[in-house]
């Protein structure tokens, strides 16, 4: 963690909570995780609960983000939520690009690019995620996947908005699964991510764009994860559900 780059914490909810449990939970986590100068807590729930968790957290310092976003601002596009009804929402943050997005649903990285643009468009935050599967990695493929992953996913990004990006590494082999790549495997895919960014931009952008891990982060494992210099915060799934597991991830402590 560079102590220039305020962390942050990002909760993924995924399918998880109906309207009536994220109710219930944003209140108690309202209660239960206190503000903190030097980090930022991010919440994405789904959307029948997006809405009712933003007014919750409306006037707190728990931010709200979306999982997804459709890259038009209106249409003909049954079941899809656009920037602009984001915006209305006074919602901050959307996942782009998420491994299941992209695994389950097909999404390319052209489809990815689309949507980082229209989030920039609305002055909404997109946290583009990027990854590599089991096979690529055994296969020696990581670093030219997210090569490929960044640079697709950047190409309707210009340099005077790129500081309002943030990037995510969620090995696709540690989503779920209980496995969890090693800080000095984390950090090595976030240091060549730092590297690629400045070579898209330049070095002082890429010093200022947030990098977060994602991938089984774990009450035990944050403060480890958290130590790692390109490593500015931790994209959390299902450790989020939970407020006590939640808080400690919250309260890491960089060793």
Not at 99 to 125: C, N, P, W
Not at 165 to 174: G, L, N, Q, R, S
Request: overall charge negative; aromatic content about 6%.
């Amino acid at each position: 963690m560079n102590p220039s780059r305020v962390p942050l914490i990002a909760g993924n909810w995924k399918m998880y909570k109906t309207p009536s449990e994220a109710e219930s939970f944003a209140k108690e986590l309202l209660q239960e995780i206190p503000e903190k100068a030097d980090r930022n807590i991010l919440i994405c729930p789904n959307y029948l609960s997006l809405g009712i968790v933003k007014n919750i957290l409306s006037e707190s310092h728990i931010l709200v983000g979306s999982q997804n976003v459709f890259h038009k601002s209106e249409g003909a596009f049954t079941g899809e939520t656009s920037p602009a009804m984001l915006q209305d929402l006074a919602i901050t943050h959307s996942l782009c690009g998420h491994s299941e997005r992209r695994g389950i649903f097909g999404e390319t990285d052209e489809m990815v690019s689309l949507k980082v643009k229209a989030l920039l468009d609305y002055s909404i935050v997109p946290i583009l995620c990027v990854g590599e599967t089991i096979q690529e990695r055994e296969e020696n493929q990581t670093l030219s996947i997210i090569r490929r992953q960044l640079t697709t996913g950047l190409k309707e990004v210009l340099s005077e908005k790129a500081g309002s990006v943030i990037i995510a590494y969620e090995p696709v082999w540690a989503i779920g699964t209980g496995k969890t790549a090693t800080p000095e495997q984390a950090q090595e895919v976030h240091a060549f991510i730092r590297k690629e960014l400045a070579q898209l931009y330049q070095e002082d952008i890429s010093r200022k764009i947030p990098i977060l891990y994602g991938g089984s982060v774990k009450p035990d494992n944050i403060d480890i994860l958290m130590s790692q210099p390109d490593i500015d915060g931790a994209l959390v799934g299902g450790a989020s559900l939970k407020i006590d597991s939640f808080l400690r991830i919250v309260e890491f402590h960089a060793q």
